[in-house]
Every structure is written in C-alpha cells, then in structure tokens.
C-alpha cells in the first residue's frame, strides 16, 4: 500500500526528472544536431526490421 509520504516523494521526484531531463536536452539539442545526423533513419530501419520479424512470427502460427 502507498502511503501519502510515498506519493508526495514520487510526485516531486518525477517532477523534478522530468524537468532536468528537459533541460538537458535543451542545453545538448544544437551539438545533437551535429553528431547524430542520421540517427531518425537509422532508427526508422531498426523499427522496421522488428515489425517484420514479428510480422512474421505472428504469421508462422498460422499456416
């Protein structure tokens, strides 16, 4: 069971990740620009290959 004191802790603590997750990716956004150039198409391919892969076990049970 939660008690108040441990939803008041993940409440600030989740608060407080959130937002310096926000700030540092702003502070690292203009030199992300420039090292990671085709990181969303990479990322697409390694998405794509996965839904296949699980297209096609999904499709082995039923043939």
């Known amino acids: 069971m939660l008690?108040?004191?441990k939803i008041i802790f993940a409440v600030c603590f989740?608060?407080?990740f959130?937002?310096?997750m926000i700030w540092?990716?702003?502070k690292d956004s203009f030199s992300n620009k420039a090292h990671f150039?085709?990181?969303s198409k990479t990322l697409a391919i390694i998405v794509?290959?996965?839904?296949?892969l699980f297209l096609?076990?999904?499709m082995r049970?039923?043939?």
Request: charged share 10%.
């Open 56 to 58: 096609f076990v999904k």
């Open 61 to 63: 049970h039923y043939f």
């Open 18 to 20: 959130i937002a310096a």
């Open 48 to 52: 794509l290959v996965f839904i296949i």
């Open 14 to 16: 989740a608060v407080v």
């Open 3 to 5: 008690s108040s004191g």
């Open 37 to 39: 150039k085709g990181a």
């Open 24 to 26: 540092s990716y702003n």
